[in-house]
């Protein structure tokens, strides 16, 4: 059996996952979670085999998640499942760790077809994401800035462009503020970019926060 933890913050959606997976003979759900704080949680615990997971999340993202995922069981498959286009996020996630990115408006058969995919130890990439994957090779520096980031940095540019104070910020990390002060001042190098408006706009414009 493939054990399943669900997380996102919409009931509806984790209730129409675990009824769809119920009709899959070797799927079984034994996780839930809101948020990715409970995530974490989860993988504490142990006794699972796969995380299928939505990277906007109020408090703690997916994003954030994933890092403190791989860096407690980097062998844990986790696959993203989120409403933004895969362009915006798949190919930066991936290379930070995911084993798969779809969106959530995907066949719900390719959600299956993804599981068992990265439950083998492989990553499950689309067709677009993997076009995306061909082009960086050869446009490097055509590639979106934000791409760019590392995992802590592109975690500091999310919450800044949400609004989040670096105080409050570097409580939720568990980091020091000079340290995330220092992550912001390489965002803003690396981006171009002068101010957190600025940071926010970017994300707006290019769909990377709602």
Avoid at 22 to 45: L, M, N, P, T, Y
Avoid at 122 to 149: C, F, M, Q, S, W
Avoid at 151 to 158: A, D, P, S
Wanted: hydrophobic share 40%; net charge negative.
């Amino acid at each position: 059996m493939i054990r399943i933890a669900i997380v996102d913050d919409h009931p509806m959606l984790r209730a129409g996952l675990r009824h769809f997976f119920s009709d899959q003979i070797d799927f079984v759900v034994v996780a839930e979670a809101a948020s990715g704080r409970q995530a974490i949680d989860i993988v504490r615990k142990g006794e699972l085999d796969v995380i299928v997971m939505d990277i906007s999340m109020p408090d703690f993202s997916g994003v954030e998640a994933l890092a403190a995922i791989k860096a407690r069981a980097p062998d844990l498959p986790v696959l993203i499942l989120s409403s933004f286009p895969e362009e915006h996020y798949a190919t930066t996630l991936l290379r930070q760790g995911a084993s798969g990115y779809l969106n959530k408006e995907c066949d719900p058969e390719e959600i299956v077809r993804a599981i068992r995919t990265v439950c083998r130890g492989r990553k499950y990439i689309t067709t677009g994401v993997a076009e995306r994957l061909a082009e960086g090779l050869g446009a490097e520096g055509d590639k979106p800035l934000h791409e760019n980031l590392s995992e802590r940095e592109l975690q500091v540019f999310l919450r800044l462009a949400k609004g989040e104070a670096i105080g409050h910020m570097a409580q939720g990390m568990s980091l020091s503020v000079k340290t995330v002060s220092t992550y912001r001042t390489r965002v803003m190098e690396k981006m171009k970019l002068e101010s957190n408006s600025d940071l926010t706009y970017y994300a707006l414009k290019n769909g990377l926060i709602q």
